[in-house]
């Protein structure tokens, strides 16, 4: 008999979707999306297409392994109990060396969003302080940018676009990495909305709307301030901002002084008639939602070219109108309970490590990291620094890697521990995006000896204790169910408007809040208005003001900006499906002129080089993308012998993060390269 359950995708994704799976026999037979999710809307994505056949792949690991020697491949069927024995009887040593459980070091991030999965920190916790990794490699100068303007990390229901009559998608590919976007914006569309893409190149969003303009790398701060000062000059700002926000007249002053409209068409490379149109376009209609993405904050001034774009949006009065708006992100919604919320599973003692700086902030420590547990990350593929990871590797007496499938991070690992997908565990998920809840139920057993993250932490624990009485505080009583029930305390409940969790095993639900982020423009900013001219920023050594800091500039030997953007039919590292395709060359898309300037045509076979490394690739020409850029879509490589793409990230950090998320950003898109031909 075929049974149902309902699923999260608990990828690192905006759309957080909720899927109904079929078991038959005890297997998974399909999964579809749900149909009565209003984001969702009964649709996934090609990514998870063939998520059952990754589930049943036979490169799936599910014995506990060890590695002969780091990097030989040489990996051994062990048991779990020899697994756990070996962690337990480090754990144990190291801390009666040091007298501390500060060796003891932990990095992950997002394979797995899931409150459960926060259970190896919350189990770290309960062991004492540890060495943690902290912040993201992804959106922390977006993120910070927002706190200072608003005060808070909030976006209105995704859902709200649908009202918009003018739509700009700003750094943002949601053709590919946010594909339930989609059908809101074209639902807009039909309704008479504008929708127009500002991107590097021409990216699968760019195809589907009205319009694409092509912004320079790290410049769009400039265009937006360009664009904010034709809007001033027009008159055309909201008459009641000076009654919400602060700072507006000296922003006002810092654009008619300092912003040169020929000067940002040259920087930006967008030209003085598209800069007016859109300018008295954005002006003019109403409500008009910019939607800034991921993209455009990966650089040195990346947080500063938010807040430029912030305050465009809120000179026109669109912050906080229904439908308007500048879209991001938001954690309002990870209300969470209990020992594995995002607020509880830290210890006050941790020794926090800023997670874009990991391999040399641990190499340099003192008491000096010793074992090393990454779970839900791929730092050896998705990182930069690779040398210092390598080298950090070298230093540890141990490293414990969980994970579903061999990555170029379990490369490094003594210990391989297999663990359930989201159809075998318990779990319980928030969206960045969306204002949904919902709970994972497991459909099918573990496959083989695989077992969920928090049963690792659990049965860690019990052994800990066995070995050593009271060494680990981490609670091993109760089951996955009643774990994820009890993170859905009083305040979740409130926000659900229901009265118990169970409420919740039924299906996905909706916070209460309203659509619009900011409607009634109370901000959580200190002086309760929208800031222009943020303190808070100063405090931490930035512009108060929302003025422009141009991007790093290409030194002459490495003269190329290498762009590694989402790909569609990846997620980050995560693509299962090995094949011979995997092992050949990356692709890398230039405008014909770069590729002309250095003796390449379609096909040819290159060399990209920087101090990080080089690797080859295969020369494919793109008209959509600017001057002096190389665009790689990342792909999962875990092949140590083929091409790695972040050899060449050397680690650069953005402006901003540090105050909103605990660490500076990753200012991946500051990667510069050279090129030259090769017949080899
Ligand atoms: N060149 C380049 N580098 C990048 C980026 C880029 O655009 N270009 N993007 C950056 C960004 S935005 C991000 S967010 C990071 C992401 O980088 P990471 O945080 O490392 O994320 P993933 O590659 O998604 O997943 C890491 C691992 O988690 C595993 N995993 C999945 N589910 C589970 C689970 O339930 N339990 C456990 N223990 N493991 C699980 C997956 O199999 C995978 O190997 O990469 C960054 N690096
Ligand atoms: N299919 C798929 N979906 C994903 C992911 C995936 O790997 N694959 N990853 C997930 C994760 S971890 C994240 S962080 C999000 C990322 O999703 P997005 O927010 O879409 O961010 P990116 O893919 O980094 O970049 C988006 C666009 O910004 C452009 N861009 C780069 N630099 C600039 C700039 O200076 N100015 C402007 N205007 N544009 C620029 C890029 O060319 C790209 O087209 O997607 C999530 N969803
Ligand atoms: S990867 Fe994203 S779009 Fe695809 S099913 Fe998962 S949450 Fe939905
Ligand atoms: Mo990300």
Avoid at 129 to 145: D, H, K, Y
Avoid at 399 to 405: E, K, Q, R, T
Wanted: include cysteine; charge should be negative; charged fraction near 20%.
């Amino acid at each position: 008999m075929d049974t149902l359950h309902h699923h999260i995708c608990p990828r690192n994704c905006y759309d957080t979707c909720s899927i109904i799976s079929t078991t038959r026999h005890g297997r998974l037979a399909s999964i579809e999306g749900n149909p009565a999710h209003s984001y969702t809307r009964g649709k996934l994505c090609p990514k998870v297409m063939d998520e059952i056949h990754k589930v049943y792949s036979p490169q799936r690991i599910r014995y506990p392994l060890r590695q002969r020697k780091r990097f030989s491949g040489q990996w051994e069927r062990i048991t779990w109990d020899e697994a756990l024995e070996t962690i337990s009887r480090k754990i144990l040593d190291l801390k009666d060396k040091y007298g501390t459980t500060l060796p003891l070091a932990h990095n992950k991030y997002s394979g797995n969003f899931g409150i459960l999965h926060n259970a190896l920190e919350a189990f770290l916790t309960g062991l004492g302080p540890t060495t943690r990794a902290v912040g993201s490699p992804c959106w922390s100068a977006g993120v910070e940018a927002q706190v200072f303007d608003f005060g808070a990390f909030f976006c209105s229901d995704p859902l709200d676009m649908e009202k918009a009559k003018l739509i700009w998608i700003w750094g943002a590919n949601p053709a590919w990495n946010a594909a339930h976007q989609m059908p809101i914006i074209f639902r807009a569309m039909d309704q008479g909305a504008k929708v127009i893409c500002l991107d590097t190149h021409f990216s699968a969003t760019a195809a589907r709307v009205h319009q694409f303009v092509r912004v320079n790398p790290g410049t769009d701060g400039l265009l937006a301030l360009g664009l904010a000062k034709i809007i001033v000059d027009h008159q055309l700002t909201d008459p009641e901002l000076p009654d919400y926000s602060l700072g507006y007249n000296e922003f006002i002053d810092y654009l008619k002084a300092e912003i040169d409209l020929r000067k940002c068409s040259a920087v930006t490379g967008v030209s003085l008639e598209t800069m007016k149109e859109l300018a008295l376009e954005y002006g003019a209609v109403k409500p008009a939602c910019i939607w800034a993405g991921f993209g455009l904050q990966r650089y040195t001034n990346g947080g500063q070219n938010l807040r430029a774009i912030d305050a465009l949006g809120a000179l026109t009065g669109n912050i906080g109108r229904p439908g308007g708006g500048v879209q991001y992100g938001h954690f309002e919604t990870w209300r969470f309970a209990g020992p594995l919320a995002h607020s509880q599973c830290g210890h006050a003692q941790d020794r926090e490590l800023d997670i874009n700086q990991f391999p040399q902030l641990a190499l340099a420590a003192d008491p000096p990291v010793k074992m090393l547990w990454i779970a839900s990350r791929n730092p050896f593929q998705q990182d930069g620094n690779h040398a210092g990871w390598q080298k950090l590797s070298e230093t540890l007496e141990l490293i414990v890697v969980s994970d579903l499938f061999h990555t170029r991070s379990s490369a490094a690992a003594d210990l391989f521990l297999p663990v359930t997908t989201h159809y075998e565990h318990w779990d319980l998920h928030a969206s960045y995006w969306h204002y949904y809840i919902g709970i994972n139920e497991p459909a099918v057993e573990p496959v083989g000896e695989a077992r969920s993250d928090l049963q690792i932490a659990w049965d860690l624990s019990k052994r800990l204790n066995q070995s050593s009485p009271g060494s680990s505080a981490f609670p091993t009583e109760g089951s996955e169910k009643e774990w994820v029930l009890g993170a859905i305390g009083p305040e979740m409940l409130a926000i659900l408007g229901i009265d118990s969790a169970e409420e919740l095993l039924k299906g996905p639900r909706r916070v209460n809040y309203p659509g619009t982020a900011w409607q009634g423009r109370q901000f959580q900013t200190p002086s309760g208005k929208y800031e222009f001219y943020a303190e808070k920023a100063q405090e931490w050594g930035l512009p108060p003001l929302p003025v422009y800091r141009p991007p790093r500039q290409a030194p002459p030997e490495t003269p190329l900006r290498l762009l590694t953007p989402h790909h569609l039919s990846g997620l980050n590292s995560q693509v299962y499906l090995y094949s011979e395709e995997s092992d050949s060359l990356l692709k890398a898309r230039l405008h014909p002129k770069t590729a002309e300037g250095y003796g390449l045509n379609r096909g040819d076979k290159a060399i990209l080089w920087n101090r990080g490394g080089s690797f080859p690739v295969i020369i494919e020409q793109d008209l959509g993308i600017g001057e002096g850029v190389i665009v790689i879509y990342q792909e999962n490589r875990p092949n140590l012998k083929s091409p790695h793409l972040n050899l060449l990230n050397l680690g650069e950090l953005t402006d901003m993060g540090k105050y909103a998320t605990g660490a500076y950003g990753l200012a991946l898109n500051e990667t510069f390269v050279g090129i030259r031909k090769t017949t080899s």
